[in-house]
């Protein structure tokens, strides 16, 4: 019998290594990697402010390839809120946690993403057609997922919901169900908020996209949409119940199932698919050290509110059930020993890993630190038992 020795010398490591344990979830190693570091894009130069073209950014999403330990990491608009020229793009990225106790990084190969025609896209807030939205450049990429052996992107300023192909030239868009879109979008967000009456919030569209287990997709949006009580007259956060769209193909009609936040001040930052109908989800706040959790919810038994034109900012019409959701690790719980005054606010990567020899899964999580070379781009590797996932007290 041939023996993998890769695989023992990871699991005697995961043994043995002083790590902290959270019920049966266990903090293996942190890693913290320089804001100052750079991509392989070999792009020259600088951004209109100042930040050079090739710095890494992100990640806001990620996903495991199945291929040994390398994962796809996205990175988002870029620097300044979408007033750079910055073109999105993802990477091939390597963490090594094998051979040895320490925790190492190294980016593969950077892709950066383009239209159909192959004209780069950019993460300009201003590059967008309003009689022609096709047409548009701009992207703001915030999930990545891997289905039918295409790159799958959400993003924020469509909503958009594009496949991709690995050299980056995008190949198609899902349809997407008009109560989510905006009818006069603007660079400006203030004057978004003043024309739109419906749509999704402003910097608030598909946080996050993963497959379902069932061969389509699962997306969700960062907090509820305008015509859900997503905010009030004065442009305050009230709205909890967050619609997320069950795609089962292209051009098929979606599901659209309801999440809802634990609080109005949270939203959602990333979706990962685990097993049968069960999913992780990052929820937080946008404050540093206050809640940031990995929810652990199931979509089995919930509803279909397609049919529904609005929902209230909190509670759900009789009838209308949720998605389960519990929480499966709580970041700043001080067992953990991760909270701190350097604990950052946006954490935005979610990626499941190959399974450990005795069947715990492995759990990336990543904050995204927005192009800032003075903020490190934190990284914390989980396993996770298998009992974990269970609800209990199952209806």
Same mark, same amino acid.
Request: charged content about 25%.
């Given at each position: ?115 159909? %025609? $192959?004209? =780069?896209?950019?993460?300009?807030? /201003? ?7 096709? +047409?548009?450049?701009? !992207? &703001? ?86 015509? %859900? $009580?997503? =905010?009030?007259?004065?442009?305050? /956060? ?7 769209? +069950?795609?089962?193909? !292209? &051009? ?87 909270? $701190? ?55």
């Amino acid at each position: 019998m041939k023996v993998n020795l890769k695989l023992i010398v990871w699991f005697l490591w995961l043994v043995n290594l002083s790590s902290m344990t959270l019920g049966q979830v266990t903090l293996i190693k942190e890693l913290i990697i320089s804001g100052k570091s750079k991509d392989k894009s070999n792009d020259k130069g600088f951004l209109e402010d100042g930040t050079p073209a090739n710095q890494l950014g992100g990640p806001s999403g990620m996903v495991w390839t199945g291929k040994g330990m390398n994962y796809l990491w996205l990175s988002d608009r870029g620097p300044k809120n979408g007033e750079t020229s910055h073109t999105p793009r993802f990477h091939i990225v390597n963490f090594d946690y094998t051979k040895s106790p320490d925790f190492k990084f190294k980016i593969q190969k950077t892709v950066k993403l383009k239209r159909a %025609d $192959g004209v =780069l896209l950019t993460g300009n807030s /201003k590059a967008f057609d309003q009689s022609k939205p096709k +047409n548009s450049l701009r !992207l &703001d990429p915030e999930g990545i997922t891997l289905w039918n052996n295409k790159i799958v992107i959400s993003e924020e300023y469509g909503p958009n919901i594009r496949v991709f192909a690995d050299t980056g030239r995008a190949l198609a868009d899902w349809s997407i169900p008009e109560p989510f879109q905006v009818a006069s979008p603007s660079a400006d967000e203030s004057e978004e908020m003043a024309k739109n009456k419906s749509g999704r919030q402003p910097n608030a569209g598909f946080e996050g996209v993963t497959t379902d287990g069932h061969g389509g997709i699962l997306t969700i949006l960062q907090r509820p949409l305008l015509q %859900d $009580g997503g =905010l009030d007259s004065a442009g305050k /956060k009230v709205g909890t119940n967050v619609r997320m769209l +069950n795609l089962c193909g !292209l &051009d098929c009609k979606p599901r659209e199932l309801v999440y809802t936040l634990d609080d109005k001040a949270n939203g959602v930052s990333e979706i990962c698919y685990i097993e049968e109908s069960k999913f992780l989800a990052i929820e937080r706040d946008g404050k540093e050290g206050k809640f940031k959790k990995i929810m652990l919810f199931d979509t089995e038994g919930a509803s279909d509110v397609s049919n529904i034109e609005r929902l209230p900012s909190t509670g759900l019409p009789q009838g209308v059930v949720p998605v389960r959701k519990k929480v499966l690790i709580d970041l700043l719980n001080p067992k953990l020993g991760l909270a $701190g005054k350097n604990f950052p606010e946006k954490i935005e990567g979610l990626a499941t890993g190959p399974d450990t020899e005795q069947g715990q899964k492995t759990l990336l999580v990543a904050s995204d630190n927005d192009f800032e070379a003075n903020k490190p781009i934190y990284l914390w590797l989980f396993s996770i038992s298998s009992d974990e996932m269970l609800f209990r007290n199952s209806p």
